[in-house]
């Protein structure tokens, strides 16, 4: 299994430099991991995870959620220390490759962890090919309005997502 370890800021304003000038901190990672989704899917056995630098307490590694689990790093720790750390955890574990465009403190300490590396703006090239490939299989547009579910389907779905009482 290939895992993907994402400098997520660093790609994100490569990405979307406007919504990240704008401070539209939460779309942006919401649109870019949607993306991350849909390449996963057709990457076949990949995972990502995404380290965000954070402030405050920072969080741990999500549960895996559709192959991408998140951190945010804690207050005085840097995404590049916790993508080194993961790169050292994960490798031996299957292909792993480092996605960020910061090489000063990534790429020089990365020798001897058969860990490849490539920078944010390929990723992005690398994401976008995979999405526009032709032959993807789009959803079909359709004009027509959806048919309304009927009562016990959407008990299923509340009992499915233990929201029933």
């Known amino acids: 299994m290939k895992t ?7 790609l994100l304003w490569k990405l979307l430099p406007e919504r990240m000038e704008r401070a539209e901190l ?6 870019f991991e949607s993306k991350l989704v849909d390449f996963i899917s057709l990457a076949g056995e990949a995972r990502v995870i995404l380290v965000y630098d954070g402030k405050g307490m920072g969080s741990r590694l999500s549960e895996e959620r559709w192959g ?3 951190c945010f790093t804690p207050g005085g720790v ?13 490798s031996g574990k299957g292909e792993v490759c480092i996605v960020t465009s910061d ?19 390929a990723f992005i090239r690398l994401l976008s090919g995979a999405l526009d490939k032709p032959g993807k299989k789009d ?4 004009t027509e309005k ?3 579910l009927k009562r016990e389907e959407i008990d299923e779905w509340l009992q499915e997502f233990d929201l029933k009482d």
């Open 4 to 10: 993907y370890i994402i400098d997520g800021y660093n």
């Open 26 to 31: 939460e779309g942006s990672r919401q649109q």
């Open 68 to 70: 991408i689990r998140t």
């Open 78 to 90: 840097t995404a590049d220390e916790r993508i080194l750390d993961f790169a050292e955890e994960y």
């Open 103 to 121: 090489l000063k403190d990534i790429a020089r300490r990365l020798g001897g962890n058969r860990v490849t590396h490539i920078k944010s703006e």
């Open 139 to 142: 959803f079909p547009q359709s």
């Open 146 to 148: 959806p048919s309304s």
